[in-house]
């Protein structure tokens, strides 16, 4: 059984104009340019420890948010971190910070949204939280929400009631 295609973000913003829109500077970086589902969330600060953690579970489906506090001095994000995610059924991930591996990163099967490129890996000391609220980019980000990706934009949904 085929999926139907999911709406675009420009269509459903038309429809739905309540819905949040992430105007953050984000760049595409996976072989995935369009991707949406429930979200799940991480805040971490140039230590990636717990986003790998969360990443490690059964993804089905769904779209990790990171906040990386708009960093770009360091990548939380690298190939072999993206391969196993796409392997346990990530949707995508967008990350408010840098990735590292770009090229590599490109042939992934995996939607991925990020601020740059840089090549230093990140700090591994497990400082972040996971399951939290996010705001970036003027938007709202809550586990259990939705996400809409493509070349237009992000459009987020809250959890259902």
């Given at each position: 059984m085929t999926r139907p295609d999911p709406p675009s973000t420009c269509d459903l913003?038309?429809?739905?104009?309540?819905?949040?829109?992430?105007?953050?500077?984000?760049?595409?970086?996976?072989?995935?340019?369009?991707?949406?589902?429930?979200?799940?969330?991480?805040?971490?600060f140039e230590d990636n420890v717990v986003m790998r953690e969360v990443l490690a579970e059964p993804g089905a489906g769904r779209v990790l948010v990171v906040d990386g506090g708009a960093s770009v001095a360091i990548a939380l994000l690298g190939d072999a971190m993206a391969a196993r995610a796409a392997e346990a059924g990530w949707a995508g991930l967008i990350l408010n910070a840098a990735v590292r591996d770009v090229e590599a990163l490109a042939k992934i099967d995996l939607g991925l949204l990020a601020l740059a490129g840089v090549p230093r890996r990140s700090r591994k000391d497990g400082i972040g939280a996971a399951g939290v609220p996010l705001t970036f980019g003027g938007a709202t980000f809550q586990p259990g929400g939705t996400v809409w990706c493509d070349a237009d934009g992000i459009v987020v949904a809250p959890p259902s009631s």
């Open positions: 913003l038309d429809e739905r104009p309540e819905l949040g829109c992430c105007i953050a500077p984000l760049r595409p970086f996976g072989g995935r340019r369009e991707f949406s589902g429930e979200i799940a969330t991480v805040s971490c």
